[in-house]
């Protein structure tokens, strides 16, 4: 296992390395550099020719290129074209905000999930699984900033019971106002307990049909264990695998939701990085964020090779 | 230069309340009295103000010689003053500068300075005022945006007369000089100002603390020449348009910079949000290109300028927020010239203009882009408007990012804003042959020396005369079909006295030394 881990995280390098050159080739291809959308409507051809001049724009791409790749070798993310500052300090500067979000909402998230998925799975078709199923399906076609607007009209606008938005809030507010969390991480948890527990459901289902789950019930095997030690395992694989792409999600941030609470989140950050063309901001935040989700299913595999061993000789 | 300082989803609705403002502040020589505001009640000192703007992330920034956002002109306008300000007309109102007198042919203007104090406690010289034109255009610098504007100022031979007196010099006669320094970049700065971080100003405001994308807390600064400001606390805070409204309506926020017409509809009916609209002014057009065909045939743009239904691309372009417009530039503010009539829709009049050309058969392209709200949509309402007189008009979209540079490039004709800014600069920026953003491809020498003219007439009567001969010689020549004036739109919480509705880029916009709270 630790070699396959190993394996894979090499892999993860590679595909890092992939990610870094496509990222900056797409960047590459947007109509525009830093120089010339920096105050589109307000820079004459001279000063867009300075700025370029001053930002180093005017180099050939590869040297831009190898020059930004020779730093994150050594660790340095770069130098943002807007700010002028390291990159590493745009990215703490949001992923404490964003980190949070994630896992206070994963904390509500996987429980929640959990218990309906298992809890419909056992009676499928029964009166509490149609009832869940309605009510997953039909959230799950309301989209984030539908939900977000009416939860905030009705929560906070008319009822006032929380806040509508995280203006002027600072990273120690958080936890002196938990209140704060509780409309965004509604809405983004809406969404992935939708789609978790349906996994979770869909994987007990085909679980207990199966025939080592009949033979086990055959043999006597009690209810408990057999669900504990048989059932569950074998039907947690695919929700983990879904929860490795909720949580990749996640520390992406939500850009709807960032942008309805005005949360100062990394999803926020990488659309202005985009807009603004600051390619070596794009480069470290996709980079940060690639990285984290390779971690995060390279995590789901081995937990679930954990749970279920045999899953191996499918490699 | 230009005006809107905001990149994205800028609604480019602004707007200027002509006559109708009850300006505070901006009479010759006096200093801001109190408001009259809301006419009610006397205004009150303490807590703690929150204003909304959109944000710009990394690139917000504090350094006034850099500002470029709205966001930032609301922070620096906190913690600095001008030479002189604009009012709701866009004429010159004194700021620091008491007053101001030129030679006979605009060449040398003096300026007084008003007893000043900086944050440090240091009084306000000429040495900090000529420092400051030196800082605006160091060479170095690529983010000054002031530095086209200003370039017409000799530094060398600029100096200081006296204790309280700034002799600036310019290298071209410069009858609109006070004007420009009422624009965007310009704030005066002490001569100790080195580090953008610290700043060293003379505004109503001390800097607290401040972090790009994030917050800007500033407090009272209990000098200030202007009677300083009501509240205590001031902060600027960056938020998405539904975000603004969101918490302007829960009492998170007190002011909510640049509200959408839909927000503004949601509230007429609640009590705890005031809309505060400067009726439209400022332009939105559709340009067609006078250097190219066929529209280097003055017949043609005007039978296009017949065409256009003004009130519909209101209506849709500019969600009913707005006014219809006069193929002229800067309705409401000094040097307009009101008398001409107002042109309204003439298809058949249109299409006989377009026959004697031979301009009927032709598929001509719109280009365009959804940088601004209402551009697309403008652009596909008149290009079927243009279909009732049997002409065939292709709308094609671009990038956002780099619109106001592609579309001097691509397509005949162009969607077309611009914000609140004096009309000589108007005129300075798009319509004069070597301007950078001449989106109609204007190019006439008659009409750049009447320009060059008017720069060396110190009579500002005489000055205007000159202005209108050019506005009109657009009006019925020119590319500029500008079919509408979009209101501006803020939001204040009902809370908030003292605060009146106001054109982007003037004084009283996005400034809170004279608000309080009830």
């Known amino acids: 296992m630790r070699r396959y881990a190993c394996q894979r995280l090499a892999l993860g390098v590679v595909q890092l390395a992939l990610l870094a050159v496509l990222v900056f080739l797409l960047t590459s291809l947007l109509p525009g550099d830093a120089a010339d959308v920096r105050n589109n409507e307000d820079a004459g051809a001279e000063q867009v020719a300075a700025l370029r001049e001053q930002l180093r724009l005017d180099r050939p791409p590869l040297e831009r290129f190898t020059d930004w790749a020779s730093g994150i070798v050594t660790g340095d993310l770069g130098t943002s074209l807007v700010s002028g500052g390291p990159v590493l300090d745009i990215l703490t500067e949001t992923v404490g905000t964003t980190l949070v979000l994630a896992a206070v909402t994963l904390a509500v998230v996987v429980p929640l999930a959990v218990t309906l998925g298992i809890a419909c799975g056992l009676r499928e078709g029964g009166l509490l699984d149609r009832s869940v199923t309605s009510v997953t399906l039909a959230l799950n076609a309301v989209p984030d900033f539908v939900l977000a607007l009416l939860l905030v009209t009705g929560l906070s606008l008319r009822l006032g019971w929380l806040p509508a938005t995280w203006v002027g809030v600072g990273a120690a507010d958080l936890l002196v106002r938990p209140g704060l969390l509780v409309l965004p991480v509604t809405v983004v948890a809406a969404r992935m307990v939708c789609l978790l527990s349906r996994q979770v459901r869909a994987g007990m289902v085909t679980v207990l049909q199966a025939g080592y789950v009949a033979q086990a019930r055959r043999l006597g095997v009690p209810r408990r264990t057999l669900l504990l030690r048989h059932v569950l395992p074998n039907a947690a694989v695919p929700g983990i695998q879904e929860l490795a792409r909720v949580g990749d999600n996640l520390v992406g941030g939500v850009l709807i939701v960032e942008a309805v609470f005005a949360i100062p989140g990394v999803a926020t950050a990488l659309v202005r990085a985009v807009e603004a063309r600051d390619v070596p901001t794009v480069q470290g935040l996709a980079l940060v964020v690639a990285a984290a989700a390779l971690l995060f299913s390279l995590a789901a595999d081995l937990f679930s090779h954990r749970l279920v061993p045999r899953t191996e000789v499918l490699r | ?518």
């Not at chain 2, 009913?320 to 040097?335: A, E, I, L, P």
């Not at chain 2, 953003?437 to 009409?447: Q, T």
């Open chain 2, 1 to 518: 230069m230009s005006i809107f300082h905001n990149r994205r989803e800028f609604l480019a609705l602004t707007g200027a309340a002509a006559g109708a403002l009850a300006l505070t502040g901006c009479g010759a020589g006096s200093s801001s009295g109190a408001p009259v505001a809301d006419g009610r009640g006397k205004p009150r000192r303490g807590g703690q103000f929150r204003a909304l703007f959109t944000g710009g992330g990394e690139q917000e920034t504090i350094d006034p010689h850099a500002e470029a956002l709205a966001i930032d002109m609301a922070r620096t306008k906190a913690l600095f003053d001008r030479l002189v300000d604009l009012d709701a007309t866009m004429a010159p109102v004194p700021r620091l500068a008491r007053k101001w007198e030129s030679n006979a042919d605009a060449t040398v203007w003096r300026f007084t300075l008003r007893d000043a104090l900086f944050h440090d406690g240091k009084p306000l010289t000429p040495e900090d005022v000529l420092f400051t034109f030196g800082r605006i255009l160091d060479p170095k610098a690529t983010t000054h945006f002031a530095q086209s504007l200003l370039s017409v100022i000799d530094l060398k031979r600029s100096r200081s007369a006296g204790k309280n007196v700034v002799e600036v010099a310019l290298k071209r006669p410069g009858a609109e000089f006070p004007a420009l320094l009422g624009t965007l970049g310009t704030a005066v700065v002490s001569s100790r100002y080195t580090d953008p971080a610290k700043p060293v100003g003379t505004g109503a405001f001390t800097l607290k603390s401040f972090r790009a994308g994030r917050a800007f807390v500033a407090e009272r600064f209990d000098d200030h020449w202007d009677g300083g400001a009501y509240v205590d606390e001031l902060r600027i805070l960056s938020a998405d348009a539904d975000a603004r409204g969101n918490a302007l309506r829960a009492g998170e926020a007190e002011f909510g910079y640049e509200m959408t017409p839909t927000f503004a509809r949601t509230v007429q009916a609640d009590k705890s949000v005031r809309i505060l609209a400067a009726k439209g002014s400022t332009a939105h057009a559709i340009v067609m290109k006078c250097d190219q065909e066929p529209f280097d045939n003055p017949d043609v743009t005007r039978a296009f300028k017949l065409l256009a239904d003004r009130e519909k691309l209101v209506q849709v372009g500019l969600a009913g927020q707005g006014v219809v417009g006069n193929d002229m530039f800067g309705k409401g503010y000094q040097y307009y010239p009101e008398d001409v009539p107002q042109r309204t829709r003439d298809v058949a009049e249109a299409r006989s203009l377009l026959k004697k050309a031979g301009a009927l058969n032709k598929t001509l392209s719109i280009y365009t882009s959804a940088v601004a709200t209402g551009f697309v949509e403008a652009a596909t309402l008149f290009a079927e408007q243009a279909a009732d007189a049997g002409l065939r008009v292709k709308v094609t979209t671009g990038a956002s990012e780099t619109y106001f540079k592609d579309q001097l490039a691509k397509g005949v004709m162009g969607s077309h804003r611009s914000g609140a800014m004096t009309i000589p600069n108007y005129i300075n920026d798009r319509l004069l042959t070597k301007s950078a953003f001449n989106a109609s491809g204007w190019r006439r020498e008659d009409f750049d020396a009447t320009f060059a003219k008017a720069q060396s007439t110190t009579d500002a009567g005489e000055r205007g005369k000159l202005y209108g001969r050019l506005q009109r010689t657009v009006h019925d020549e020119g590319g500029l079909l500008i079919w509408g004036h979009p209101d501006w739109l803020n939001g204040v919480s009902s809370r908030v006295r003292g605060m009146e509705a106001a054109p982007p880029n003037t004084l009283d916009s996005g400034r809170f030394d004279k608000v309080w709270l009830v």
